[in-house]
């Protein structure tokens, strides 16, 4: 069953939990192919009941320790614009939709996100253009996500240190 | 003068020919915590003792760092995990920031003083400004050089964080991971995405 995932990380985000749940939506998911839904609401007042959204198969949870089995088994992952977030997902290779809470002020993480969309790796768009993006959106666009290089790092360390 | 003399000879102390690399691990919430393991699972087992020091009020990280700890294979290597004041909260005024800030350099320096470690390394939350304090005094009283080394985060690539502003005048190896930041800060060193 093609699946969706939708995280906030540790954030609140009802707008986002809302417009995802709403028939309009529900149905451009499901014209697309994905009939699972699973939302992971963070610190959000909106937890909707499984029964609460037609087309799709509902499921919705606050925290949990990891989120790696729910990236896994995702075929999309539509995410606020959390560093932790975008990373998990890329470093998955995972598609990405990113949605920017526009209500946050002076929201540095949006820095990453920007970055990452210019580089192809990551889709983007608003609560209010949600709908129109899964419905036109092209994920054969996105490039793949190489993960960082820690050893480039050690390898510098060393050498400056002395390290044998 | 001395604080000149310590800040420029940073990149001639070699603390790795002499034997192990004594570590000093700052590990703020979250995404910071994440980073830095990432880092520390690249270093060698020459990176020994790493003392981990995380704010009295996270949670989370003492969990992340044994996990990290106990899947290391070099069965010889040691940590330890220490507790100071958080420096600073998200969205704390400026002026109770000095307050605190000065507050946690009460801890750190005992501590700092106390394990005297090769190299402080470090990669963004407030925390570290007092540690690395500490240890450039450490220097300044000349009883032992520590290299400061800062890795700014991902999240930073168009700027700065407020640390890293802070720190980037008095670390002795400052890394950020992406282009537009080592344009704007020549002294940085950029190696790509690092984490």
């Known amino acids: ?164 | 003068m001395r604080l000149h003399i310590v800040v420029k000879t940073g990149s001639n102390h070699k603390p790795g020919a002499e034997g192990p690399v004594a570590a000093l691990v700052v590990a703020g919430s979250g995404g910071h915590t994440t980073e830095i393991l990432r880092l520390m699972e690249s270093l060698s087992a020459a990176y020994t003792p790493r003392h981990y020091v995380i704010a009295d009020t996270d949670r989370m990280s003492e969990e992340k760092i044994c996990t990290f700890e106990s899947s290391k294979q070099h069965s010889d290597s040691q940590f330890t995990i220490h507790r100071i004041p958080r420096s600073r909260e998200v969205h704390q005024s400026w002026s109770s920031s000095v307050l605190s800030t000065l507050s946690a350099l009460c801890y750190s320096l005992p501590l700092v003083f106390r394990l005297r470690p090769d190299m402080v390394l470090c990669n963004g939350p407030g925390t570290c400004v007092p540690l690395c304090m500490a240890g450039l005094l450490l220097g300044l009283l000349g009883m032992k050089k520590v290299v400061i080394v800062y890795v700014e985060s991902i999240c930073r690539v168009e700027t700065l964080s407020l640390t890293g502003k802070i720190l980037y005048l008095i670390s002795d190896y400052f890394f950020v991971q992406w282009s537009s930041l080592r344009d704007k800060y020549p002294k940085s060193i950029f190696l790509g995405r690092i984490v």
């Open chain 1, 1 to 164: 069953m093609k699946t969706v995932f939708v995280t906030v990380g540790t954030t609140s985000f009802d707008e986002l939990i809302e417009n995802v749940t709403t028939p309009e939506v529900a149905q451009a998911l499901k014209s697309r192919g994905y009939e699972r839904l699973v939302l992971q609401v963070g610190r959000g007042s909106l937890l909707p009941d499984p029964d609460s959204c037609p087309h799709v198969r509902l499921e919705a949870f606050r925290f949990k320790d990891s989120i790696a089995e729910d990236i896994q088994q995702a075929d999309l992952i539509i995410s606020h614009a959390g560093a932790g977030s975008c990373l998990e997902a890329l470093g998955a290779g995972k598609p990405l939709l990113v949605v920017v809470n526009d209500k946050l002020m002076d929201n540095h993480q949006l820095e990453l996100a920007r970055q990452l969309h210019m580089d192809s790796h990551l889709l983007y768009c608003t609560c209010s253009t949600l709908k129109e993006t899964l419905r036109t959106m092209d994920l054969s666009v996105l490039r793949p996500f190489l993960p960082g290089q820690p050893k480039n790092f050690a390898n510098f360390l060393d050498k400056a240190l002395g390290v044998q």
